[in-house]
């Protein structure tokens, strides 16, 4: 140091602000109050679970295509016979690890305010004055023993839940037009999105597209049959948010004959001079198989797309490595351009990494 030179203080340096750490685990696990299991039709029902505290606290957050994991290991099964036939065996079985199911709705519990005056509208207080409770709905197809356990649950039940688990769809920027594209059990995630989109982006022009293999093999609370020749349906569940939506089933059953894929593709011909597709991006559930063709569908396209892969889970949360999907990553990371740069295969987990991918990054 240079002699008359005013000599530096050393600065004290300012606190730190500490961080926000919650007072609980913020994936639970959570203790869920069933509100209501309503049987929609076939093996289809719709399942309202309340979250209090620390519960409503974390599930206020979930975002569309994130999912839970429930113990149903303790939950009762149907008298024997109210078991179906083809579930007679299997329905013994000793459920010993949690199953992941993802929502269809997620909203707050208003609570109308004692200090309200008359026709005034209550507000939902905040999740974490300790108030506020949340509302997620669960929409499940009756399969296997743990599904067969959850058609016995009613009102006031508890339900052990971890989560909310995995990453969920995005709106990249640019986006002005969503296609929603959910076959058989893919719908509740886009369900739940169609809620969001209209919430968190009202400007977007968002569409859906259903299908299955017949209308009986479709997860709704409505009856196909009076309309079902005809293609403009109007699904409540979508219809709630002002989405339009199409169905599709493959015998015919309901709506447009044939693969949603077909459906997408005839719908994109009526509506190709008002289509962009840079602007455009579609986001499908459903079975592999119909994966598979509306990524090809995409790429051919040139339209952005956003897939949930719902494999079969043992951990849910990284550990067990029984959910790996292939993918295609470039070297050095990243989501493929779609270009000729190099790339390489790799591994991906579902329930981590996931459940909501690139079409472009998973290898079918
Ligand atoms: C991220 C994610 C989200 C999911 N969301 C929902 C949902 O919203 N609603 C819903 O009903 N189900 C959903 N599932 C599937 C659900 O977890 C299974 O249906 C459930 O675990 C079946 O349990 P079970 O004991 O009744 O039947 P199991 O005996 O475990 O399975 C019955 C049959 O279904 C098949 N199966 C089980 N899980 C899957 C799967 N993931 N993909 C394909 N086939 C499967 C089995 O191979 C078997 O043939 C989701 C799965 C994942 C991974
Ligand atoms: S389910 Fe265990 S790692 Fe994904």
């Keep these: 140091m240079t002699e008359g030179q005013p000599v530096q203080q050393a600065q004290t340096p300012a606190p730190a602000t500490p961080p926000i750490v919650p007072s609980y685990n913020p994936k639970g696990p959570f203790e869920a109050t069933v509100v209501f299991n309503k049987p929609l039709h076939q093996k289809f029902y719709r399942l309202g679970l309340q979250f209090a505290g620390p519960g409503a606290e974390a599930f206020a957050k979930t975002r569309p295509g994130q999912f839970a994991q429930f113990d149903l290991s303790n939950i009762a099964l149907p008298p024997a016979d109210a078991i179906p036939e083809e579930l007679k065996d299997e329905s013994a079985r000793q459920i010993l690890l949690r199953r992941p199911f993802s929502f269809a709705r997620v909203a707050k519990e208003v609570i109308p305010s004692a200090h309200s005056a008359p026709g005034q509208t209550a507000h939902p207080k905040p999740v974490s004055s300790g108030v506020g409770k949340i509302i997620a709905e669960v929409v499940y197809c009756v399969l296997g023993p743990a599904t067969l356990r959850m058609t016995t649950l009613v009102k006031g039940n508890p339900i052990n839940v971890i989560g909310p688990l995995g990453n969920g769809f995005t709106v990249p920027a640019g986006k002005k037009r969503a296609l929603l594209v959910a076959g058989g059990m893919g719908s509740p995630p886009l369900e739940h999105l169609a809620q969001v989109l209209t919430l968190e982006h009202p400007t977007m022009d968002a569409i859906a597209f259903a299908g299955a293999k017949t209308k009986e093999d479709l997860p709704f609370d409505r009856p196909l049959d009076n309309l079902s020749r005809e293609i403009g349906f109007w699904l409540k569940e979508f219809g709630r948010y002002s989405i339009s939506s199409f169905v599709a089933t493959d015998d015919g059953s309901a709506g447009f004959k044939g693969f949603v894929s077909a459906c997408i593709l005839d719908w994109l011909s009526q509506n190709a001079l008002s289509f962009n597709p840079a602007e455009a991006i579609?986001?499908?559930?459903?079975?592999?198989?119909?994966?598979?063709?509306?990524a090809k569908l995409a790429r051919d396209k040139k339209i952005d797309c956003q897939i949930s892969m719902e494999e079969m889970m043992a951990c849910g949360i990284g550990l067990?490595?029984?959910?790996?999907?292939?993918?295609?990553?470039?070297v050095g990371g990243g989501i493929p351009a779609g270009d000729k740069s190099p790339t390489a295969e790799t591994y991906k987990l579902c329930c981590k990494d996931g459940p909501v991918f690139d079409a472009k990054e998973i290898v079918f």
């Design 282 to 294: 579609i986001y499908a559930c459903g079975p592999r198989s119909m994966l598979t063709t509306i």
């Design 320 to 330: 067990c490595q029984s959910c790996a999907v292939k993918c295609v990553a470039p």
